[in-house]
């Protein structure tokens, strides 16, 4: 292999290896999918090490080392992402595509949300089924859909605007709780604080925290850490957002 060749190759795997990190995979599925792609295309080996921000990849050909780094930027969780990386390393594998493919399709992977249209209304379903298992009422279950439709418009708002996702936990969790108060304030329910509790279930950061779990447990300490921090972090901003609500609805 020519040193040429080499290049781009190790450039391919660590961009690979970079979108599966900003997008929300766990740091053993990343290393596994970037050797595996590496030796598939051609490469000796392939060492990668991980951190909370970036991430080094050396590549090794005939004892010639090239070592590279780049910055990760998390872009939230996105598993068709993932998924069409995991596609396009097995079909490397298996010889249906060459390096000239691999470039053309890693240029070509978009993320792909679902339209708000449809996000808003299932995620106040789902908060609304959990009101109803933690015992609330039809009433209640009605204002929780309604409350938690509304938090996760603003969410999508701000999130749209690229504002900052502490920032915008806080904003959510504030205008969720203060519609959710409205059973307090009227006497629409007999059970005011199950819908409280419901309808900020939409801010509970669960793929970060499995994550964060998952690299601890598989040796990757440092990542791991990072995110559960990050995860922690994004709670105590939801509870602020909470707690300023309740305390300007008198609740407490």
């Not at 090490?49 to 990760?72: E, F, Y």
């Not at 604080?193 to 900020?200: G, I, K, P, R």
């Amino acid at each position: 292999m020519y040193a040429d060749n080499q290049n781009d190759i190790t450039r391919l795997v660590v961009r690979s290896a970079q979108l599966l990190l900003a997008y929300g995979a766990d740091s053993d599925l990343v290393e596994e999918l970037s050797q595996r792609l590496g030796k598939a295309l051609g490469l000796a080996s392939v060492e990668l090490s991980i951190s909370s921000n970036a991430l080094v990849l050396t590549s090794l050909v005939h004892g010639r080392c090239i070592t590279t780094t780049r910055r990760i930027r998390a872009h939230g969780i996105n598993m068709m992402v993932v998924c069409e990386l995991q596609r396009l390393c097995l079909l490397t594998e298996k010889g249906v595509y060459g390096a000239n493919e691999v470039r053309r399709r890693l240029a070509r992977i978009k993320p792909k949300t679902y339209p708000a249209k449809i996000v808003i209304p299932i995620i106040g379903i789902s908060c609304a089924s959990f009101c109803h298992l933690f015992g609330g009422d039809l009433m209640a279950c009605i204002l929780t859909f309604v409350a938690s439709s509304i938090g996760m418009a603003v969410r999508l708002y701000f999130s749209k605007r690229h504002y900052n996702l502490l920032v915008n936990f806080a904003i959510t969790a504030f205008v969720t709780n203060v519609v959710a108060q409205l059973g307090y304030i009227f006497p629409l329910t007999d059970t005011p604080q199950v819908t409280l509790a419901a309808s900020v279930l939409m801010l509970v950061p669960g793929f970060p925290l499995i994550n964060a779990i998952s690299d601890m447990v598989k040796g990757h300490i440092n990542v791991g850490i990072s995110r559960w921090g990050n995860a922690s972090l994004l709670t105590l901003a939801s509870v602020i957002g909470i707690t300023i609500a309740m305390q300007l609805g008198g609740i407490f």
